[in-house]
Structures are given as structure tokens and as C-alpha cells.
């Protein structure tokens, strides 16, 4: 007999899953314990469970995997293998579908008439203090992105409007947010993304108390101190609009102790065989609650936690060191909704994309 956990680090699907697919009685358990409710199972179920992960991986519904199970271990293998072929079909017919869905959209795209202005033309100069600039670059450069893919995410956008620079950087499964106050423009909002080289060459720079100018002049930003100057071109990609990423519904607030959290992750339980691939990694997870009385939780396997929240740990630990307070404001909706990290003082945040833990 295996425990629930032994099942999940063997190669099947999470605890979570393993509990979800029992409610679903898909693959039920050989044995529950009466006292304990712990689930056991019986050694041909570790093929099952194989089975039933790749099916899973592979989108087929839970109503035909249950008939997939059923036929398996059988002498006539047709019904699988109609079912198999059955899926693949839809599979096919979901991508043709989507190429032309697709089709249509870059059609719409091509054809997009371009506004008379632009965020993303206008030219800048501006002070800023140097030390928030700095606070702002250090609290937002973990989120930037790496993909070649996707070069529009591979630096720091400045949204420059009235007296705030807002630096924003997001790879698709966080964005982080931080502000400085500005003096000496003016005009309309401006936006400009810098590359991540010329991002950290202007933050190497931000080492005195006092003041940098910040120019943007068509194609190319400038970065200057009394240290020194720091210029480069700007890409010519749209940064996506992280004003309408950040529109969360409320949930539920619960201040923490920067130190004490950090610990609890780094020490307390992570998902076993709960890891996800994002970019061609594996991460571990960790399961967060907030109970009653404001508190966190970092549950582990033994935790019915399917309705909690799911995160990256590497990604959550970023996002503290970045927040750079020894108390922050953490913010769980639902467990589809990004978790939010915030300072006190609103002066930054950081939103990491959840992982359904049933799948």
C-alpha cells in the first residue's frame, strides 16, 4: 500500500489532485483510514495514477478518462484506443479552430489605425530623487522578463504622468509596480521601456542622495548623475497596459512580518510533487491561507487546500526581498485571482499569477 504522499512523489499527480480525483471518483482509494480520513492505495493504482496524469496533460475530460481507466487493465483494448483517437480529433480540431481565430485577430491587428498621439512618442525631462529611483528600479527589476519571444517584456517601463514615474516590469506570471515623485515636466503621459542593460547600468549610477534627469528624446533615454551618464536606444515594442492588469477584486488583507514569512516559506512544507514548469523550470510551490484572525498560513500536504492559494515559492521569495520593508501587506482573492504583495505605504506592489493545484 502507498500513502497519498508516497503516490504523489512517485511519479502521479499532486496531493491536491489525488484528493480531487477521489471526490470525482475517478481514482478512489484502496483504503481510507476511518479515524484519520488518510487515503492509501493499493499497488496497480501507481499505473493508474501515471496514466491518469498524462491524460490529464493531455486535456482529455474526466468523463472519458474514467471509461479510459476502466478499459485499461481489459483484454479488448478498442474502446481505449476510440477514446484516444476520439480526443486527438478534438485536440486537432481545437488548434484549427484557434489558427483561425488567430488568423483573424492578427488581420485586426494589421489593420488597427495608430492615434494621432501617443504615450510613446513624446519627449521628457524630468528630475527624480536619485534614492527613489533606485527603490523603484530594485523593487520592480526581479519581476522583468527573459524570453527572446517576448522582447516588449525584457526591460523597465517608465510611465511618466503629472509628477510620478511609475517602473513596471512583469515575465507573465508576476508584475511588479513601484513609483518616484518628479519635478519639471509638464506635458502629456509618456511611456518608455528601457532595456534591462541600460536599467541596471542606470541603477549603478543611483548611488547618492541626490538628484538624476531623466531625458527622452524619439528613440533613445538618458539617465544622468553626478556620477555619470547612462544612454542607450529604446526598443520600438508597446509595452502591454499594466493599468488593466492591476485591476484586482477585493480579497482578503492580512499584514505580515517580512523575516517570520521569508522563514516560514524557506522552512515550512512546499508541494510535493506539486511543481509547475513556467519558461522550462520546474518551481516548488507553496500553498498559502489566510485564516480568521488575519494570519498565514503556509499549508502543507495534509492541508485540504484546494480553495487556498497556490504560488511559485521562488517567485513569492523575489517578491519579498523586493518589497524591501520589514512589514507588508498581503492580499489573496480567489484562487484563480494574483496574489498581491504591497508596501504599506502604497509606494510599490507585486501581483504573482496563481497555479491551480487541481490539474
Same mark, same amino acid.
Given at each position: 500500500?502507498?500513502?497519498?504522499?508516497?503516490?504523489?512523489?512517485?511519479?502521479?499527480?499532486?496531493?491536491?489532485?489525488?484528493?480531487?480525483?477521489?471526490?470525482?471518483?475517478?481514482?478512489?482509494?484502496?483504503?481510507?483510514?476511518?479515524?484519520?480520513?488518510?487515503?492509501?492505495?493499493?499497488?496497480?493504482?501507481?499505473?493508474?495514477?501515471?496514466?491518469?496524469?498524462?491524460?490529464?496533460?493531455?486535456?482529455? %475530460? !474526466? #468523463? *472519458?478518462?474514467?471509461?479510459? &481507466?476502466?478499459?485499461?487493465? $481489459?483484454?479488448?483494448?478498442?474502446? +481505449?484506443? /476510440?477514446?484516444?483517437?476520439?480526443?486527438?480529433?478534438?485536440?486537432?480540431?481545437?488548434?484549427?479552430?484557434?489558427?483561425?481565430?488567430?488568423?483573424?485577430?492578427?488581420?485586426?491587428?494589421?489593420?488597427?489605425?495608430?492615434?494621432?498621439?501617443?504615450?510613446?512618442?513624446?519627449?521628457?525631462?524630468?528630475?527624480?530623487?536619485?534614492?527613489?529611483?533606485?527603490?523603484?528600479?530594485?523593487?520592480?527589476?526581479?519581476?522583468?522578463?527573459?524570453?527572446?519571444?517576448?522582447?516588449?517584456?525584457?526591460?523597465?517601463?517608465?510611465?511618466?504622468?503629472?509628477?510620478?514615474?511609475?517602473?513596471?516590469?512583469?515575465?507573465?506570471?508576476?508584475?511588479?509596480?513601484?513609483?518616484?515623485?518628479?519635478?519639471?515636466?509638464?506635458?502629456?503621459?509618456?511611456?518608455?521601456?528601457?532595456?534591462? %542593460? !541600460? #536599467? *541596471?547600468?542606470?541603477?549603478? &549610477?543611483?548611488?547618492?542622495? $541626490?538628484?538624476?534627469?531623466?531625458? +527622452?528624446? /524619439?528613440?533613445?533615454?538618458?539617465?544622468?548623475?553626478?556620477?555619470?551618464?547612462?544612454?542607450?536606444?529604446?526598443?520600438?515594442?508597446?509595452?502591454?497596459?499594466?493599468?488593466?492588469?492591476?485591476?484586482?477584486?477585493?480579497?482578503?488583507?492580512?499584514?505580515?512580518?517580512?523575516?517570520?514569512?521569508?522563514?516560514?516559506?524557506?522552512?515550512?512544507?512546499?508541494?510535493?510533487?506539486?511543481?509547475?514548469?513556467?519558461?522550462?523550470?520546474?518551481?516548488?510551490?507553496?500553498?498559502?491561507?489566510?485564516?480568521?484572525?488575519?494570519?498565514?498560513?503556509?499549508?502543507?500536504?495534509?492541508?485540504?487546500?484546494?480553495?487556498?492559494?497556490?504560488?511559485?515559492?521562488?517567485?513569492?521569495?523575489?517578491?519579498?526581498?523586493?518589497?524591501?520593508?520589514?512589514?507588508?501587506?498581503?492580499?489573496?482573492?480567489?484562487?484563480?485571482?494574483?496574489?498581491? &504583495?504591497?508596501?504599506?505605504? $502604497?509606494?510599490?506592489?507585486?501581483?504573482?499569477?496563481?497555479?491551480?493545484?487541481?490539474?
Amino acid at each position: 500500500m502507498r500513502s497519498i504522499g508516497e503516490m504523489a512523489r512517485q511519479g502521479g499527480p499532486s496531493v491536491s489532485a489525488l484528493r480531487f480525483y477521489d471526490r470525482a471518483g475517478v481514482l478512489v482509494p484502496a483504503w481510507v483510514d476511518p479515524v484519520s480520513g488518510y487515503r492509501w492505495y493499493g499497488p496497480g493504482q501507481l499505473a493508474e495514477a501515471r496514466l491518469l496524469a498524462r491524460l490529464r496533460r493531455a486535456g482529455m %475530460p !474526466l #468523463a *472519458d478518462i474514467r471509461l479510459v &481507466l476502466a478499459g485499461w487493465s $481489459g483484454t479488448d483494448t478498442d474502446l +481505449v484506443r /476510440g477514446l484516444l483517437e476520439a480526443h486527438l480529433r478534438r485536440l486537432e480540431r481545437g488548434l484549427s479552430d484557434a489558427r483561425a481565430e488567430f488568423s483573424a485577430l492578427r488581420a485586426l491587428l494589421d489593420h488597427r489605425e495608430n492615434p494621432m498621439t501617443s504615450p510613446h512618442t513624446a519627449t521628457v525631462d524630468l528630475t527624480v530623487p536619485a534614492p527613489e529611483l533606485a527603490a523603484a528600479l530594485d523593487a520592480v527589476r526581479f519581476a522583468a522578463g527573459a524570453d527572446a519571444e517576448l522582447p516588449m517584456l525584457g526591460g523597465v517601463l517608465f510611465d511618466i504622468e503629472g509628477d510620478v514615474l511609475q517602473a513596471v516590469a512583469t515575465d507573465r506570471y508576476r508584475l511588479a509596480v513601484a513609483r518616484a515623485r518628479t519635478t519639471g515636466y509638464g506635458g502629456p503621459r509618456a511611456q518608455v521601456v528601457v532595456p534591462l %542593460p !541600460l #536599467a *541596471d547600468a542606470m541603477r549603478a &549610477l543611483l548611488t547618492g542622495p $541626490g538628484s538624476a534627469r531623466v531625458a +527622452v528624446d /524619439g528613440d533613445r533615454v538618458t539617465l544622468e548623475t553626478d556620477g555619470g551618464q547612462a544612454a542607450g536606444p529604446v526598443p520600438g515594442h508597446e509595452f502591454p497596459d499594466h493599468r488593466r492588469l492591476v485591476r484586482l477584486p477585493a480579497g482578503r488583507r492580512a499584514p505580515v512580518d517580512t523575516a517570520a514569512f521569508r522563514q516560514a516559506l524557506e522552512t515550512g512544507p512546499a508541494r510535493v510533487g506539486g511543481t509547475r514548469e513556467q519558461d522550462g523550470e520546474h518551481h516548488e510551490l507553496s500553498v498559502l491561507r489566510v485564516t480568521d484572525d488575519g494570519s498565514v498560513l503556509v499549508c502543507g500536504d495534509t492541508d485540504d487546500a484546494t480553495d487556498d492559494a497556490a504560488v511559485n515559492r521562488d517567485f513569492l521569495l523575489d517578491a519579498l526581498a523586493a518589497g524591501a520593508r520589514e512589514r507588508l501587506v498581503l492580499e489573496l482573492g480567489a484562487p484563480t485571482a494574483p496574489l498581491a &504583495l504591497r508596501r504599506p505605504d $502604497g509606494t510599490a506592489f507585486s501581483l504573482l499569477m496563481p497555479v491551480r493545484l487541481e490539474n
